[in-house]
T-cell receptor, first 113, second 113 residues
Framework: DQQVKQNSPSLSVQEGRISILNCDYT??????FLWYKKYPAEGPTFLIS?????DKNEDGRFTVFLNKSAKHLSLHIVPSQPGDSAVYFC????????????FGTGTSLTVIP | NAGVTQTPKFQVLKTGQSMTLQCAQD?????MYWYRQDPGMGLRLIYY???????DKGEVPNGYNVSRLNKREFSLRLESAAPSQTSVYFC????????????FGPGTRLTVT
């Protein structure tokens, strides 16, 4: 049973516009969330994280928002650039009770020049 | 710094054959992981090692064994390969469990015929 879900397999955005990638989770014990970016034939690379004590974390063009009541997080990329074209995975863990991250199925972002 | 390295990059096995996937990290990380990535399934944890000398099962351990040879190296063994084990395998490492981002290797693409 998928505890972390990314319901949009793909997303296309014009260069310069905002990209919004969404992630939902079912386990209310999750309290730490990460986003990874993956290019073809490479391993995922860490992008940004957020703890459940926050509702927003920003790093340059990347912002992650967390809505705990809705069990939903989103990644905003502004402005989007062609080099952002990749697969994005969200992941979640429960630091008090768990030892592992659970990953979503990924969203493939294409930024059109 | 090479980060996380994996060998081999590609492998084709016949059903019933065995093989070992090798992983090494040079970041002095305590924890190491093996994931598999299948289409539409995201990344699923096979086994992990919280620290040198310990290993634990993840979500999908059946058909696999692991060895944490030392702090740097964590190998994954398929004793009798099956077509269902056709996948891309990623090794990762982190400073610790659950709260720390993971650094991934480039992956091993395994096909079992």
């Amino acid at each position: 049973d998928q505890q972390v879900k990314q319901n949009s397999p793909s997303l296309s955005v014009q260069e310069g516009r905002i990209s919004i990638l969404n992630c939902d989770y079912t386990n209310s014990m999750f309290d730490y969330f990460l986003w990874y970016k993956k290019y073809p034939a490479e391993g995922p690379t860490f992008l940004i994280s957020i703890s459940s004590i926050k509702d927003k974390n920003e790093d340059g063009r990347f912002t992650v928002f967390l809505n705990k009541s809705a069990k939903h997080l989103s990644l905003h990329i502004v402005p989007s650039q062609p080099g952002d074209s990749a697969v994005y995975f969200c992941a979640a863990s429960a630091k008090r009770t768990g030892n592992q991250f659970y990953f979503g199925t990924g969203t493939s972002l294409t930024v059109i020049p | 710094n090479a980060g996380v390295t994996q060998t081999p990059k590609f492998q084709v096995l016949k059903t019933g054959q065995s093989m070992t996937l090798q992983c090494a990290q040079d970041m002095n990380h305590n924890s190491m992981y093996w994931y598999r990535q299948d289409p539409g399934m995201g990344l699923r944890l096979i086994y992990y090692s919280a620290s040198e000398g310990t290993t634990d099962k993840g979500e999908v351990p059946n058909g696999y064994n692991v060895s944490r040879l030392n702090k740097r190296e964590f190998s994954l063994r398929l004793e009798s390969a099956a077509p269902s084990q056709t996948s891309v395998y990623f090794c990762a490492s982190s400073e610790g469990l659950a709260l720390y981002e993971q650094y991934f290797g480039p992956g091993t693409r395994l096909t079992v015929t």
